[in-house]
């Protein structure tokens, strides 16, 4: 499947914008998958630790591939309705605790450099060659609940460019978790929450004047944590970090950069003619939807005209009409 071009393709300074990938899955230990992505691309693996190696490639960047063991514990909580935590006495207690946790429900995560959009396909032969190699995604076991994160790079960092992606987002947010099946158990684990309602009216109050200090400020006031469907502290951290310190946000685990943070699709790299892609495409009805301003405004007033006819808040119509963005999109 091709990767949809988004209408806005580069960034402020004239670049080709570029989108870095994270996948979490399965059935291989780290040493393995480096191998896979070594071989793919003709690179050379670097051992950082027992859980973290990396694989440089002249032609792609660097690959980083380790286990999420903060996932993985949040799975088996879920899984077992128990809290598991490693014993504190010796270091050797935790690496068995982590090799148990790891046989069961720790993913292994390939962290992808960014790449220019239009060379997102080069991501396929990894993908490939990993299937092959064996790896495994949400739907190949009831244990299982791995995902795709998305960071694309923002076109710039104008407010009202930032408010457009809040709104399109906010617009789309119940389609996108029907539209990627989110898995269960994911929903339940902490890492893919939604917006509120009351957060999603706020966002779509937004007129041309908001300023980034107050897109800041309600945001991390209406969301206490990083653990959204699309989480905007690492485009928040970039901009202003003292701001998180202010609301005294743990900022510990956010790495600043100028993306936004998608963090919601399945990994179902175990599917035969699954790729990436199928993550990129769907995100672009936001990437669309934001670049069109009439769009937005007629969604934003159809979305609050049936919300104030309906006691639930469910109108399968309204996502009628991003499944006809999406189709078009796949037809251009």
Sequence with gaps: MDYIIPPYERNHAGEARKVGFELEFSDLEVE?????????YDGHVEKNSEV?????TTTMGTFTVELDWQLGKKIAEGRTGKSISAEKDTGDTLMQWAKWLAG????VEIVCPPLEIRDLPQLDPMIDNLRRG??????????????????????????????????????????LFEKNGIDPVRRITPYIKPY???????????GDKTTLPQLIDDYLDYNHSRN?????????KHFCPQRLKKHAHDDSMIRARPTFHYRLPNCEIEKQGWYLST????WCVVEYIAAHQDILDTLTARRQQSHSKKLFKTDRTWHNEL??????????
Excluded: C
């Excluded at 069961?104 to 993913?107: A, G, H």
């Design 52 to 56: 973290e190696l990396e694989v440089s």
């Design 279 to 282: 993550s990129w495409n769907i």
């Design 104 to 107: 069961q429900v720790v993913p």
């Design 323 to 332: 499944e006809k963005i999406a189709d078009d999109l796949l037809s251009e």
């Design 32 to 40: 393995e998958a480096a191998d896979i992505i070594a071989d793919t």
């Design 228 to 236: 959204r469907a699309l989480d905007m502290t690492v485009l928040w």
């Design 134 to 175: 064996g790896a495994k995604g949400t739907d190949e076991s009831f244990i299982y609940a791995f995902g795709v994160h998305i960071n694309p790079e923002i076109p710039d960092g104008d407010p009202t460019t930032i408010v457009r992606y809040l709104k399109a987002f906010a617009l789309a947010q119940g389609w």
């Design 196 to 206: 509120s309602e009351d957060y999603i009216a706020h966002v779509l109050d937004y």
